[in-house]
Nanobody, 125 residues
């Protein structure tokens, strides 16, 4: 399976961005549980949001209320809508697929067994 993240860019504080993650090469995308992480240099990858096959979602406290994860099974794509962006949101953002045996919510990087290449988000003040 391949994951292709896109939609990053440079914005100002308070702006919005929508990231996309196209999944290809796998079977039954509609049954996959997916997640979003971000990482800044020198820090561990940080969990942001996850979405189950039914559309159930889970968010980290750091983005709850500002970020929204969604999926379009017809397009094999998940999204991360990011609103009211802050300079501390600057990072490389990754999408990932949850390993089938993992529990919910899958908040640690080890619960995922396939990753996209990352897309850079830069938020200026």
């Amino acid at each position: 399976v391949q994951l292709q993240a896109s939609g990053g860019g440079s914005v100002r504080a308070g702006d919005s961005l929508r990231l996309s993650c196209l999944v290809s090469g796998g079977f039954f995308f509609s049954t996959m549980r997916m997640g979003w992480f971000r990482q800044v240099p020198g820090k561990e990858r940080e969990f942001l949001a996850a979405i189950g096959w039914s559309g159930r979602t889970y968010y980290s406290d750091s983005v709850k209320g500002r970020f929204t994860v969604s999926r379009d099974n017809a397009k094999n794509t998940i999204y991360l809508q990011m609103d009211r962006l802050e300079p501390d949101d600057s990072a490389v953002y990754y999408c990932a697929r949850v390993h089938t045996s993992q529990y919910w919510p899958p908040t640690v990087a080890g619960a995922y067994n396939a990753w996209g290449q990352g897309t850079l988000v830069t938020v200026s003040s």
